[in-house]
């Protein structure tokens, strides 16, 4: 898979989507200064305040997305939803002047990682764990890690001679 490929595979391109909506890498954004007085939803935030985003809090919030707290990457194949700043339901990279810069480049690895984890393996959790007993609560911080580490045996899909690396000597 490659990166070209990512445009034929929009289901793979929502789960990323819906993967940095549940689990932002940053859930609060770094600090953002405003540069005037702006008033909103009936609050008025004075110039030179310190704001934080809550883009965790964002995405779950029941007035935005429709069963905020489920695992459903078909909602984005629905409504496209960029996740570059453009559209402030979905911020995993941040919005506006600083976005980070490299989001792009964290879009591709992640889509690109997911697809290669998701083609050559077959998944299943731990020999006593259900998949449904599987901790995805996070720790608390200015970065995002899960409380309970995921342990999961990975089978590969593929016979032998397709897993062979082209960087293999």
């Known amino acids: 898979m490659s990166e070209t490929d ?13 993967a940095l ?3 932002p890498p940053t859930p609060l954004m770094l600090p953002h200064r405003a540069n005037a007085n702006v008033k909103i939803d009936g609050y008025t935030i004075p110039k ?6 809550n883009v965790w809090a964002v995405a779950r919030d029941l007035a935005v997305w429709k069963d905020p707290e489920d695992f459903l990457p078909e909602r984005f194949l629905e409504e ?6 453009h559209d402030f ?16 480049l964290g879009i591709y690895l992640l889509t690109s990682m997911l697809g290669h984890l998701l083609h050559h393996f077959c998944w299943t959790p731990v020999e006593g764990v259900k998949a449904e007993e599987i901790d995805m609560h996070e720790n608390p911080g200015l970065v995002a890690y899960m409380r309970t580490p995921l342990q999961a045996i990975a089978t590969p899909r593929l016979p032998s001679y397709l897993r062979i690396s082209k960087f293999s000597p």
């Not at 919005?95 to 989001?103: D, E, H, I, L, N």
């Open 89 to 104: 339901r979905l911020l995993p990279f941040g919005a506006g002047r600083r976005v980070c810069p490299g989001a792009q």
């Open 80 to 85: 496209d939803v960029d996740m570059k700043g």
């Open 6 to 18: 990512f445009t034929n595979l929009p289901y793979l391109q929502s789960i990323a989507k819906e």
């Open 21 to 23: 909506r549940l689990h």
């Open 48 to 53: 030179g305040s310190t704001v934080l985003v």
